[in-house]
């Protein structure tokens, strides 16, 4: 889907433009006060099948793309890659496991609005525990309101 800007309200549609055009708008949010919606353009008329792929496969990279960096911590924007997530679980079982004997453990937590890279030192145990249960929580937050959306996909909305 295409997101367009431009929308001031949510528009859940399907236009059907004949038998070789029919244009499907989901959802609204907002960028920088812009709204936007998205958009997928079919070259026929699409079953409901069709329109729920499209719109799940949209709703999974939101939640996606808000898992990846959408956590901030300590006024510090986290990448939450699967890669780091794994590191992160890793370096704090550990810490977890000996007490803290394996601090302090140095993260790259992601990059300041310039590109430069953001870094944080864990030195003490209550302070990582803090950083990790707070990320594990928006990671859960974040896919429960994922799944949330995608049960409440109203089908009938769209004609079908």
């Known amino acids: ?14 236009l059907v433009f004949g038998t070789e055009r029919a244009v499907l708008i989901y959802g ?6 812009q709204g ?7 070259d026929h008329k699409p079953t409901e099948q069709e329109i729920r792929d499209v719109i799940i ?3 999974n990279a939101n939640t996606d793309a808000k898992i990846l960096t959408g956590f901030v911590w300590q006024e510090k924007q ?3 890659s699967t890669e780091n997530e794994f590191n992160f ?10 007490g803290g004997a394996t601090l302090p453990v140095k993260f790259k937590l992601g990059e300041d609005g310039n590109g430069n890279p953001v870094y944080h030192t864990f030195t003490e145990l209550s ?3 803090d950083f ?3 990320a594990i929580a928006f990671v859960n937050t974040t896919l429960n309101e994922g799944w949330a959306e995608k049960d409440g996909i109203d089908m009938t909305t769209f004609g079908l």
């Open 1 to 14: 889907m295409e997101k367009i800007f431009g929308a001031t309200e949510r528009h859940d549609q399907l």
């Open 28 to 33: 609204y949010g907002e960028d920088d006060g």
């Open 36 to 42: 936007y919606d998205y958009r997928h353009t079919f």
């Open 57 to 59: 496969a949209q709703i």
């Open 78 to 80: 986290v990448w939450l």
């Open 89 to 98: 679980k890793a370096a704090y079982d550990l810490a977890v496991q000996t």
């Open 127 to 129: 302070e990582f525990t």
């Open 132 to 134: 990790y249960t707070k």
